[in-house]
């Protein structure tokens, strides 16, 4: 019995003394077949696809991808490269120069198929109406005097989108909708000068204009010819008049002064004697616009006193901004606007919307003064 006692405890000491040196053993072998490894090789293990049913993917250091599109790394570093070039667009130092896509368009593009395939015309110019779909007739009017080289986009101001699709232009057209804004509004917050850069001209119209009298080709054609930077139709003189400037001359192709009435223009070669068009209808070229887009105020949507301001952006003004009268147009004045205003103190809502722009008039008159002022005293004019 002692014997029998001495062995058994003997053998479980035994076992004991193996069990710790074989986990030892394991854990110093281990060791180094990890070490050994390449730190990516990992990634190439495959578990048996019974395992994974599901899943068809492969891992690496950067993201999950498709097998098929897993990124080729041509035996460079996969690290991402310690990048700053202070010249990049603002917000964008950190990225390549090769990368950034700066500018932008509103080129309809497909689901499917290749990039490069998806446009079988670009258009060049770029046509915007603010509308209301009680105006939708007079607008189908409008878009088929510009052919396909035009890009046609609708600000709705009424939320009523879907009801335009009666017209077949419209499914090619662009919409956006926001209730009760202007024309000025909308240019502020979806022209920026980086977004319409594909576009050559670019056409801020009302709804409420006659067309009869106009094509688009032939209108930009004359703009080229006569160098203008911006510029609008000349205006049937029968209704909704209001400068002789924009007033149509039938003996010519353009002009670019007029005369007013006694006292109206301190210099012949500034507003509205010249370098001047209405905002009912302008049309700017794309260097314009840049300037254009920077000088409108956020808060300011009527755009009153914009067009005797728009000389400020180009040079000389007087000779690149000018009326195109071989190409006319009628000012129908639909008082839609006012429409969209709200009844206040028992006035109608059309006196409210009048009273604002107005208001606005002196305000950007007041500002862009105040502007010169800051500025010729930091330069050490003032």
């Not at 500018?103 to 915007?128: A, I, N």
């Not at 662009?174 to 202007?182: D, L, N, P, W, Y």
């Not at 887009?293 to 180009?314: E, K, P, T, Y």
């Amino acid at each position: 019995m002692p014997t029998g006692y001495r062995s058994g405890g003997f053998k479980r000491t035994h076992d004991g003394a193996r069990l710790v040196i074989t986990t030892i053993l394991g854990i110093v072998f281990g060791y180094f077949i990890g070490v050994s490894f390449p730190s990516g090789s990992l990634n190439k293990i495959r578990l048996p696809s019974s395992l994974m049913p599901s899943i068809n993917i492969a891992i690496s250091d950067e993201g999950i991808y498709p097998p098929e599109k897993k990124p080729e790394t041509n035996g460079q570093s996969e690290k991402i490269p310690k990048i700053y070039v202070p010249t990049n667009p603002r917000g964008a130092e950190l990225l390549p120069p090769g990368i950034i896509e700066a500018e932008s368009d509103f080129y309809l593009r497909r689901l499917w198929g290749e990039p490069s395939e998806d446009l079988k015309k670009k258009p060049k110019y770029l046509v915007t109406f603010t509308v209301g779909l009680n105006q939708r007739k007079n607008i189908d009017a409008c878009v088929k005097k510009f052919s396909e080289d035009f890009q046609i986009l609708l600000f709705h101001y009424d939320g009523r989108t879907s009801e335009w699709d009666e017209f077949e232009w419209s499914k090619n057209a662009i919409h956006v909708s926001a209730r009760k804004q202007t024309k000025w509004w909308y240019a502020k917050r979806f022209l920026h000068p980086d977004i319409v850069a594909a576009y050559e001209y670019i056409f801020i119209w009302d709804e409420d204009l006659g067309v009869e009298h106009f094509n688009g080709d032939r209108f930009i054609e004359l703009v080229k010819k006569h160098g203008l930077e911006i510029t609008q139709p000349g205006l049937e003189p029968n209704n909704g008049l209001t400068w002789q400037m924009t007033k149509r001359r039938g003996d010519r192709e353009v002009h670019m002064v007029t005369e007013e009435k006694p006292g109206w223009c301190s210099d012949p070669h500034l507003p509205p004697c010249a370098a001047f068009v209405e905002i009912m209808a302008p049309v700017f070229s794309r260097e314009a616009w840049r300037c254009v887009w920077h000088m409108i105020q956020n808060d300011l949507v009527h755009g009153w006193g914009l067009d005797f301001a728009l000389r400020r952006c180009v040079e000389p003004a007087h000779e690149k901004i000018g009326v195109v009268d071989s190409q006319w147009i009628v000012h129908q004045v639909i008082p839609s606007l006012g429409a969209q205003g709200s009844t206040e103190d028992g006035k109608p809502p059309w006196e409210g919307v009048r009273a604002r722009c107005k208001n606005e008039w002196s305000m950007f008159q007041d500002r862009l003064a105040q502007a010169d002022k800051e500025y010729l005293a930091q330069i050490g004019k003032g």
